[in-house]
């Protein structure tokens, strides 16, 4: 769980990335579940340990029902996400996708996109924002837009907890008087490139 926690954090995470680390992360939750089912510990060393050390007949319905529940958990917390699954896979890579799959007002324009090769390479060596942004206004508008809709989500928590943690540096006990305009600014310089 630390270690999904980490790799959901950090600066300009887009919600691709966000999505490809919670369906891993699922995976590996059926993948524990169904060796547990079968008395497989290769993931839980300090539980194989135990288990070697206390005989090998414990019974591991408690932990089976535990990754069950959580599996559920996040089947059921990120099921908004799997609603939008084909727009996220557009979006994250435009060239592999199904034509017949796309929203009907974008799919003249992936045609477009994907017939162009000097854009194939252009999506393979930059950064999916910074893509988007080489995509003429005039030639593919609807695919910009889409691409803004899905840029705008975000993909963590970031940005709104780096700036929670300079108003709090910033308004301090010894900042007291300090008006919002102020800290309004303050923070738009702080928070922004």
Same mark, same amino acid.
């Given at each position: ?10 600066? +300009?995470?887009? &919600?691709?990335?966000?999505?490809? /680390? !919670? $369906? ?9 579940? #169904? ?21 090998? +007949?414990?019974? &591991?319905?408690?932990?089976?029902? /535990? !990754? $069950? ?9 990120? #099921? ?30 992936? /045609? ?82």
């Amino acid at each position: 769980m630390n270690e999904l926690n980490l790799k959901l954090q950090g600066k +300009e995470n887009l &919600i691709c990335d966000f999505y490809r /680390i !919670i $369906k891993a992360f699922r995976q590996k939750l059926m993948l524990f579940e #169904s060796q547990l089912g079968v008395r497989q510990f290769s993931h839980f060393s300090c539980f194989k340990s135990f288990c070697e050390a206390n005989c090998n +007949e414990i019974d &591991i319905t408690f932990q089976i029902g /535990i !990754i $069950k529940e959580l599996k559920h958990h996040f089947l059921h917390k990120f #099921s908004e996400l799997d609603k939008i699954e084909s727009d996220i896979i557009l979006f994250e890579n435009p060239f592999s996708c199904n034509v017949e799959n796309v929203q009907h007002e974008l799919q003249l324009e992936v /045609i477009d996109l994907q017939s162009n090769e000097q854009l194939k390479d252009c999506h393979r060596q930059t950064k999916l924002a910074e893509f988007y942004e080489y995509l003429k206004d005039d030639e593919f508008p609807r695919l910009k837009n889409f691409a803004i809709k899905m840029i705008s989500i975000f993909g963590t928590t970031y940005q709104c907890e780096q700036t929670f943690s300079r108003m709090k540096y910033v308004k301090s006990a010894h900042r007291a008087r300090l008006t919002d305009g102020h800290l309004k600014s303050i923070l738009m310089i702080g928070c922004s490139n």
